[in-house]
């Protein structure tokens, strides 16, 4: 038995933080700074949330919760490349009480075409907690695509970019206005 579990453990520990399989690996939200983060979202109604790199799904479930609970109809998509993290979400997602706002999309962050899922949203807004040096091509593929949105970008700044603000946690949140 121990010769199937400790490969297996090795496997998904490689697999999980693994620069090879993933540039970005994944670490968590830092759960104490989760209000902050949902707060500095600035939720709106028909407004849409895209979590780049949503891991387990620590921020966009929250915020999913904060807009059921504020009665917002905002809509939230969660990307990742991790197909194993993707699954964990889809169980989260079964049982949150605003799964029907929740999508869930298993790919590359870089390779989707946003404008035509977003076009119908007043407010957009994307959260980021990806490696410092992602962060500026994340913010140009957004700017190259047209959307304009908000950025709230957790723990690393975007690198060229000034933020409109900056919130204090146990790593700081950044937020770039559109
Ligand atoms: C630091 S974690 C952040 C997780 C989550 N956003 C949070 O704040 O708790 C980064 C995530 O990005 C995902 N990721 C890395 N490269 C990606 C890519 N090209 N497209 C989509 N997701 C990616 C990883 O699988 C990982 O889950």
Do not use: C
Not at 80 to 90: F, Q, R, S
Request: aromatic share 16%.
């Amino acid at each position: 038995m121990v010769y199937i579990i400790f490969p297996l453990i090795i496997l998904i520990f490689f697999y999980f933080f693994s620069s090879k399989v993933s540039p970005i690996p994944y670490f968590p939200t830092n759960k104490a700074d989760l209000d902050k983060i949902v707060k500095a979202l600035h939720m709106k109604k028909y407004g849409v949330v895209i979590d780049l790199g949503a891991g387990d799904g620590t921020v966009i479930f929250a915020a999913a919760q904060k807009a059921y609970q504020d009665k917002l109809n905002t809509y939230f998509i969660a990307i990742d490349i991790n197909p194993i993290l993707i699954a964990y979400m889809w169980i989260g997602r079964l049982f949150h009480p605003n799964k029907a706002n929740i999508r869930l999309i298993l790919g590359d962050m870089f390779k989707v075409d946003y404008a035509p899922m977003l076009k119908k949203y007043s407010q957009r807004v994307f959260y980021i907690y990806i490696s410092p040096w992602f962060t500026e091509a994340t913010s140009h593929m957004i700017h190259d695509q047209k959307l304009k949105s908000r950025i709230v970008s957790y723990f690393y700044p975007v690198q060229d970019k000034k933020e409109d603000q900056k919130i204090k946690g146990v790593h700081d949140v950044y937020i770039y206005k559109s």
